[in-house]
């Protein structure tokens, strides 16, 4: 193992994936509500280790070659990213229906989702998200490509073991704030925010 490969790999990821963007708020959420977070965790964690792997692996040279497909994928992204920030508006002012319900041991209960509908939107916050490619599949992707042909690999896997750190950290951490999300007003911070920046992003990546 290349360890100076795998923290150049492990520091850029680190620079990347702490954000909240729209994949990330949409796991805090889920992680706050403690709904399904293994499957999100899960997911996100293997679409990281394919995008990542694919890009180092020299993948990206294929937006080059399909600029129009490339621009199709963003569009369809941008789309859904304004729906979904559209309807977190519209729960913030009407947020009712999301705070956590109290149970016979005073502990906070979450409201039932089903498991299909939660998996699809995580695929959907991974594959049809702009960001995603950019972080994982462009830039770590060319930055890997950069390093010499046998540390490519080390590269890689310390870009994943941030990748997963950091979406276990995230899910399971986020469910120290549950408490708070017993009043309607806290989901009305946490839904108008996470509306607004992904409205704000999905406006500023339209081109």
Same mark, same amino acid.
């Given at each position: &193992?290349? #360890? $100076?490969?795998?923290?150049?790999?492990? *520091?850029?990821?680190?620079?990347?994936?702490?954000?909240?963007?729209?994949?990330?708020?949409?796991? $805090?959420?889920?992680?706050?509500?403690?709904?399904?977070?293994?499957?999100?965790?899960?997911?996100?964690? /293997?679409?990281?280790?394919?995008?990542?792997?694919?890009?180092?692996?020299?993948?990206?040279?294929?937006? %080059?070659?399909?600029?129009?497909?490339?621009?199709?994928?963003?569009?369809?992204?941008?789309?859904?990213?304004? #729906?979904?920030?559209?309807? *977190?508006?519209?729960?913030?002012?009407?947020?009712?229906?999301?705070?956590?319900?109290?149970?016979?041991?005073?502990?906070?209960?979450?409201?039932?989702?089903?498991?299909?509908?939660?998996?699809? &939107?995580?695929?959907?916050?991974?594959?049809?998200?702009?960001?995603?490619? $950019?972080?994982?599949? $462009?830039?770590?992707?060319?930055?890997?490509?950069? %390093?010499?042909?046998?540390?490519? *690999?080390?590269?890689?896997?310390?870009?994943?073991?941030?990748?997963?750190? #950091?979406?276990?950290?995230?899910?399971?951490?986020?469910?120290?704030?549950?408490?708070?999300?017993?009043?309607?007003?806290?989901?009305?911070?946490?839904?108008?925010?996470?509306?607004? &920046?992904?409205? /704000?992003?999905?406006?500023?990546?339209?081109?």
């Amino acid at each position: &193992m290349n #360890w $100076l490969a795998f923290s150049h790999g492990a *520091a850029l990821c680190a620079s990347l994936i702490v954000t909240i963007g729209a994949q990330n708020a949409f796991v $805090l959420r889920q992680g706050i509500m403690r709904s399904h977070i293994g499957k999100i965790v899960l997911l996100c964690t /293997l679409s990281d280790f394919l995008l990542i792997g694919a890009g180092v692996g020299g993948a990206s040279v294929l937006v %080059e070659r399909y600029p129009t497909f490339i621009h199709a994928l963003l569009y369809v992204g941008l789309a859904y990213l304004a #729906w979904f920030g559209i309807s *977190a508006l519209r729960r913030a002012l009407r947020p009712g229906h999301a705070v956590l319900d109290t149970d016979a041991n005073g502990d906070t209960a979450p409201p039932a989702q089903r498991a299909m509908p939660i998996v699809l &939107m995580t695929l959907a916050f991974t594959w049809l998200n702009p960001h995603v490619y $950019l972080d994982t599949f $462009l830039l770590i992707g060319t930055a890997g490509a950069r %390093e010499a042909q046998g540390s490519r *690999a080390a590269f890689a896997v310390g870009a994943m073991a941030v990748s997963a750190v #950091w979406f276990v950290a995230l899910g399971y951490g986020a469910r120290a704030l549950a408490p708070l999300f017993k009043r309607a007003t806290a989901w009305r911070v946490l839904d108008g925010a996470i509306g607004s &920046m992904v409205l /704000l992003l999905a406006v500023t990546q339209l081109r």
